[in-house]
């Protein structure tokens, strides 16, 4: 039973998933943002404490996503106007 | 750090720049870093792990029409990959549209963070400590 469970999971690695072109998808950059802050800071840190850590990375995080989400407004922005 | 020979010198940079890229985090492993070790093998790991899953196993194609970049930043990830790319070589996994897009990107991101992890533990190796931003 482990050995069939063990193949059904790997079966699942040869077929893409759905993912549909929305607004959602979006979110798909979270987990990708999450491991650019965790590995730099890792990287990054002189004196490695947990709390320090997880600070470090949680504003790093949070820096990243700011930048994106005021990119994508003024992306917007600009395409609204030349299109208006 | 103890004051090492320069022969031995250069083994632990070429056996902590192997283990870096054979396993993520591992250079750091050896060199006592252990909770860095622990946290960029599990992130880089789980990265790769999602591309792969998003957009299958087809994601990793060094031989087919792929763009350059995207095949030297999958190439930076552990060497499971050369092994993935020589079982899907032919296009036996075709994969299209978004789960493509998403896939490469999360491979490529992961590869790029292993090359980072085997830059600075190379430096700190050298170094004998981490140089933060701007040094």
């Not at chain 2, 299958?56 to 499971?80: H, R, T």
């Not at chain 2, 790029?112 to 600075?120: D, E, G, K, S, T």
């Amino acid at each position: 039973m482990p050995i069939t469970n063990t193949f059904i999971i790997l079966a699942t690695f040869t077929s893409p998933e759905q993912i549909c072109p929305n607004p959602q998808a979006m979110l798909w950059l979270l987990p990708l943002t999450a491991a650019i802050a965790l590995v730099y800071k890792a990287t990054k840190m002189p004196k490695f404490t947990t709390g320090a850590f997880l600070k470090e990375a949680a504003i790093l995080f949070g820096s990243i996503v700011a930048f994106l989400i005021i990119t994508a407004w003024v992306l917007f922005t600009l395409a609204w106007l030349i299109s208006m | 750090m103890a004051r090492l020979s320069k022969q031995n010198h250069i083994q632990l940079l070429l056996t902590v720049g192997l283990l870096s890229w054979l396993l993520p985090g591992a250079g750091y492993f050896v060199l006592e870093e252990k909770k860095r070790a622990i946290i960029i093998f599990v992130t880089i790991t789980l990265t790769l792990c999602t591309g792969l899953y998003v957009g299958s196993i087809g994601i990793i194609d060094l031989v087919g029409p792929v763009p350059l970049y995207v095949k030297v930043a999958q190439v930076m990830n552990p060497p499971i990959v050369l092994a993935i790319s020589h079982y899907t070589a032919g296009g036996g996994y075709p994969v299209y549209g978004w789960p493509n897009e998403i896939g490469q990107i999360y491979t490529m991101v992961s590869g790029l963070l292993n090359l980072l992890c085997i830059v600075n533990v190379l430096s700190l190796a050298y170094l004998g400590k981490i140089t933060q931003e701007g040094e």
